[in-house]
């Protein structure tokens, strides 16, 4: 069951990730809170949905020990990365309550976790084959 | 994003809730919500964990196999 269950999550992973980052930086529409929001939501479901597919794919032998680093590497990256654009969202959220916001440091956080996500998914898709059935 | 992405999105992640995976149930929650308050955004902390964790995990698993 939960090999079946991995690739899943990689598609879905995947296909919401990128979609939902995409649509979540414009700072003057009135949805730029709810769109970054579900953007980062969507990102976070992506990079633990790889990861968790990383970790299956390593228990049964299918990744090498340098494969396994370099995720590791990736996904530290991409922590890091989503961790300062939620504090800055949070930042924003807090000084827009009191009308004093500035979204650029949300907008290019939100930039810099597209950015990481893609560089992860970009090495795991093809090493968890995701279009293969094992 | 355009509605037929939307859709591809709609019908996976309702396929994912139906097979129980938490972390998707939790997207699909934040995907329905209009007003996000500020616990809202830092709550997405919890989304994520250390990348070596996951692998951790696997390990512990493998050996006590």
Known sequence: MRKSIAPLLLVLALIGGWGAILSGCDTDSKDFVPNAYKSLSAAGTAYDGIMKAAAIAYQHGQLTEAQKDQIVKYGDAFQGAYNIAVAALAEYVALSQSNSSDGDKAVQALSDVAAQLATLQNYATPILNLTGSK | ?65
């Open chain 2, 1 to 65: 994003m355009d509605a037929a992405t939307i859709a591809i999105i709609s019908e996976i992640l309702e396929l994912a809730l139906k097979v129980g995976v938490p972390a998707v149930q939790k997207a699909i929650a934040a995907m329905g919500k209009t007003e996000i308050t500020l616990a809202d955004v830092q709550a997405l902390h919890g989304l994520v964990s250390a990348a070596e964790s996951y692998f951790a995990t696997a390990k512990t698993t493998t050996a006590a196999s």
